[in-house]
């Protein structure tokens, strides 16, 4: 099978596999440097010069049995084992502090005995997340771009426990997975985190007829809406509107109330750093949700 990186991925990209609704499948999903001998070889990312690099390959695209448009796919992430090739970098041109770190570096963080080893020397809790999580565009996937379908939003909670509600947009769902980290931080200020191989656990379950706007982060505590946009501020609007919507939609609260009551208790996140397509989420503690009539996503 050929080689799928996230600047080649389309609905035509050869499956990794076919699975039925419900189906629990185990993925290895390699590092987004993995293939990187020299960091200062990658042209500025987000740049026409920087396509076709081979940065992020993809495991999948996974055929879900039976989705169509107009379902939801449910992607539980049930384990996610970081490998020992763990790295963090500077690349060129990128970062919150581009001009300040002008010169590409890297440095080894490998992962052993429960810790992310900065620099070989530092522990750091493990946090292991995917930075890429998707259904399939219709038309294909652009890099380093987030959207309803998911995409490189780059959340810090899309991690071990949690599960990723997204739209099937193309025949099929064609989901797939890319971007693994060790541990990384929400807004990214130096632009990586500790890349690094994982293997990948979950189970893909299919919501028939369950329309979904975005992606959704849901966790045993907390139910997190995904916005995006060009820019901070409207990558801001976009998840305040949206979970203001998702209150208002799921719960017995009017739009101006649920405005109110996020004003409260919706914690802002910035996922990504600086990109063509920012990304941030509205945190809701599902236990005031569960008080204002929220039945889940399996009630009426």
């Known amino acids: 099978m050929s080689r799928a990186y996230m600047f080649s991925v389309n609905p035509n990209t050869p499956p990794e596999m076919k699975i039925e609704p419900g189906e629990v499948v185990e993925i290895v999903v390699d590092g987004s440097l993995k293939e990187v001998e020299d960091v200062r070889t990658i042209p500025t990312p987000f740049t026409p010069e920087n396509e076709g690099h081979p940065l992020s390959p993809i495991a999948g695209p996974i055929i879900v049995a039976g989705a169509e448009p107009g379902d939801a796919v449910r992607i539980e992430l049930i384990r996610i ?3 020992e090739d763990g790295v963090t970098a500077i690349l060129q041109n990128f970062g919150v502090l581009r001009e300040e770190f002008p010169d590409a570096r890297s440095l080894a963080c490998p992962v052993r005995d429960g810790k992310a080893w900065f620099a070989d020397r530092i522990p750091i809790d493990l946090y292991p997340n995917l930075g890429t999580i998707s259904t399939m565009p219709p038309e294909g996937y652009t890099p380093a771009y987030t959207g309803p379908y998911g995409g490189d939003f780059d959340q810090k909670d899309v991690g071990e426990g949690s599960t990723v509600h997204l739209p099937v947009i193309h025949p099929g769902a064609l989901v797939f997975f890319a971007d693994p980290h060790a541990v990384i931080s929400d807004g990214i200020i130096s632009g990586t985190g ?24 849901e966790q045993d505590e907390l139910i997190q809406i995904i916005g995006f946009g060009p820019s901070v501020e409207e990558a801001t609007e976009d998840a305040s509107r949206a979970a203001v919507d998702f209150v208002s939609e799921n719960t017995t609260l009017d739009r101006e109330e649920a405005y109110m009551l996020l004003g409260l208790v919706g914690e802002l996140r910035i996922g990504t ?6 990304a941030g989420r509205i945190m809701i503690p599902r236990r005031v949700l569960n008080d204002a009539g929220f039945q889940g996503f399996d009630g009426p």
């Open 81 to 83: 084992t970081p490998h």
């Open 273 to 278: 750093s600086p990109r063509p397509m920012m």
């Open 194 to 217: 500790v890349e690094c191989s994982s293997t990948v656990k979950a189970r893909i379950s299919l919501d028939k007829g369950r329309e979904v706007k975005r992606p959704i982060i």
